[in-house]
T-cell receptor, first 110, second 113 residues
Framework: GDSVTQMEGPVTLSEEAFLTINCTYT??????LFWYVQYPGEGLQLLLK?????DKGSNKGFEATYRKETTSFHLEKGSVQVSDSAVYFC?????????FGAGTRLTVKP | SQTIHQWPATLVQPVGSPLSLECTVE??????LYWYRQAAGRGLQLLFY??????ISSEVPQNLSASRPQDRQFILSSKKLLLSDSGFYLC????????????FGQGTRLTVV
């Protein structure tokens, strides 16, 4: 079945460092891809999305490009802030089925 | 606009007691509905999803069941809770045409003691 594999955490960075969280997927169809963020004790919030190959999703300085040739959707940010500390989930949706990766905990230190 | 409500926010239940968590969606019709569980420090496990009233797909055999008595209502139940049922339960919905993002409730923290 469809699945998502994302980089294991935790990831600890200093403020203003560059962030990459890797995500690869396996899907039989043509999925839409997403990154979600979860702050402590809360539900998940959509961070960005891409619905077809070569699309770039972006939001709040985060970016991810839908790479069909490498089946990847890596999350990047050029300069992280303390407020970016959270758990990040990569996800895909084909037809009516939402699948998530295991999540990557990011901690940004001042 | 669409909103999703999930309650209660926290719940402490003894082993062997029943469970009922409720989720409702407003502002849309015929949504896809999902129940996920997140164990401490772990990822999201899809438990059930539903594409319509009375249509429930179960992802894993377990002590839980789900029902969808109305179009925008999704209920997670158990007849007898186990310690291993503890976790953070999340309800979500997505538009019923596939390939789109899901929108999450605030979650229920269940502790079985």
């Amino acid at each position: 079945g469809d699945s998502v594999t994302q980089m294991e955490g935790p990831v600890t960075l200093s403020e203003e460092a560059f962030l990459t969280i890797n995500c690869t997927y396996t899907a039989t169809g043509y999925p839409s891809l997403f990154w979600y963020v979860q702050y402590p004790g809360e539900g998940l919030q959509l961070l960005l999305k891409a619905t077809k190959a070569d699309d770039k999703g972006s939001n709040k300085g985060f970016e991810a490009t839908y790479r069909k040739e490498t089946t990847s959707f890596h999350l990047e940010k050029g300069s992280v802030q303390v407020s970016d500390s959270a758990v990040y989930f990569c996800a895909l949706n084909t037809f009516n089925d939402m699948r998530f990766g295991a999540g990557t905990r990011l901690t940004v230190k001042p | 606009s669409q909103t999703i409500h999930q309650w209660p926010a926290t719940l402490v239940q003894p082993v062997g007691s029943p469970l009922s968590l409720e989720c409702t969606v407003e502002g849309t019709s015929n949504p896809n509905l999902y129940w996920y569980r997140q164990a401490a420090g772990r990822g999201l496990q899809l438990l059930f999803y539903s594409v319509g009233i009375g249509q429930i797909s179960s992802e894993v055999p377990q002590n839980l069941s789900a029902s969808r008595p109305q179009d925008r209502q999704f209920i997670l139940s158990s007849k007898k809770l186990l310690l291993s049922d503890s976790g953070f339960y999340l309800c979500a919905w997505s538009p019923g045409h596939g390939g789109t993002e899901a929108f999450f409730g605030q979650g229920t923290r269940l502790t079985v003691v």
